[in-house]
């Protein structure tokens, strides 16, 4: 990834993995947590640590579905006090980012699901952070839940950047900024920096750059996920060049394979992956010569 010109590595941390108990941390996995982040600055690479993941409902501990509302929150906090207590002084890491696509109900929902039923292969990566509205409106939900995971990490480290992953449910909503019920008005004052989650349709060049200009506050806005997954590659490039008054980063998508290694493949997946790679490196400033 380095070579290929990244200096932002996505990091996915499951829940389950580094949460034994409501309060007990895995330690095992704090320490691997933190020799990747050693890892990363001898690569000269920094870390996007996005926490708090359930994306495999078959891990997802039974003891963290049954917690109530308040319980969830404690034992998230705990989450990301353990990761930053380990990463406060790691140079390699970038940010923090709350959570995937976190996303808040605006009704009552059943005792204990808090995934989204959506799935991409076989993965969920949007979850509830309430159950129950109770009266709340979204945005001040949202505020809260955000508030108190971010106090969480500022017990221990008050170095580090804050934000939070929001999905746009795409362009056909007329106001995408709200779908998830983080509206970027009034969350900005609660992180460091907006991060969004949007993937440009074909034929709707226009709509995609909407979407994204709705996101702008007074802070940073990064586009923590962006791929040519539902437009063509030429049509992608434009997206970015024209995004680059808006958006102040970008990341994208690799799944292990460079574009020598993908040359010539006949599967559409990995030709759309080859020629997002090839313009990934023509574009990007960081790429190492």
């Given at each position: 990834?380095r070579?290929?010109?990244?200096n ?13 108990a409501p309060?007990?941390p895995n330690r ?6 933190e ?8 690569l ?15 891990d997802?501990?039974p003891?963290?579905?049954?917690l ?30 709350l959570?995937n696509?976190?996303?808040v ?8 699901v ?6 991409l ?11 129950e ?13 955000v508030?108190?995971?971010?106090q ?22 007329p ?19 907006i ?7 074909k034929g709707?060049?226009d ?17 923590e ?18 995004s ?6 970008w990341l994208?998508?690799y ?6 290694q ?28």
């Amino acid at each position: 990834m380095r070579k290929l010109g990244a200096n932002v590595v996505r990091l996915h941390l499951q829940f389950a993995s580094f949460m034994d108990a409501p309060n007990r941390p895995n330690r095992l996995n704090l320490a691997r947590l933190e020799r990747l982040a050693r890892l990363a600055e001898e690569l000269g690479l920094y870390l996007d640590i996005t926490g708090l993941g359930s994306y495999r409902v078959k891990d997802i501990p039974p003891w963290y579905s049954k917690l109530s509302e308040r319980e969830h929150w404690v034992a998230q906090a705990g989450f990301w006090e353990a990761v930053a207590s380990t990463c406060a002084g790691r140079p390699g890491v970038f940010a923090y980012n709350l959570m995937n696509e976190p996303i808040v109900s605006g009704e009552s929902r059943p005792a204990g699901v808090w995934v989204h039923p959506n799935e991409l292969g076989g993965l969920h990566y949007v979850e509830f952070i309430n159950l129950e509205p109770a009266g709340r409106q979204r945005p001040d939900i949202a505020r809260q839940w955000v508030r108190q995971m971010t106090q969480a990490i500022r017990k221990h480290d008050r170095r580090h950047l804050v934000t939070v992953g929001i999905m746009t449910g795409g362009m056909k909503f007329p106001h995408p900024e709200e779908v998830a019920g983080f509206p970027p008005s009034k969350l900005a004052a609660e992180v460091d920096y907006i991060s969004v989650h949007l993937y440009p349709e074909k034929g709707m060049l226009d709509a995609a750059i909407d979407t994204l200009a709705r996101f702008k506050t007074s802070k940073p806005l990064v586009l923590e996920e962006t791929y040519p997954l539902n437009c063509g590659v030429p049509e992608f490039s434009a997206f970015l060049a024209r995004s680059r008054g808006i958006a102040n980063g970008w990341l994208g998508f690799y799944w292990g394979q460079t574009p020598e290694q993908l040359q010539g493949s006949i599967l559409p997946a990995e030709k759309r992956t080859h020629d997002w790679l090839e313009l990934f490196q023509s574009i990007n400033p960081n790429r190492l010569k």
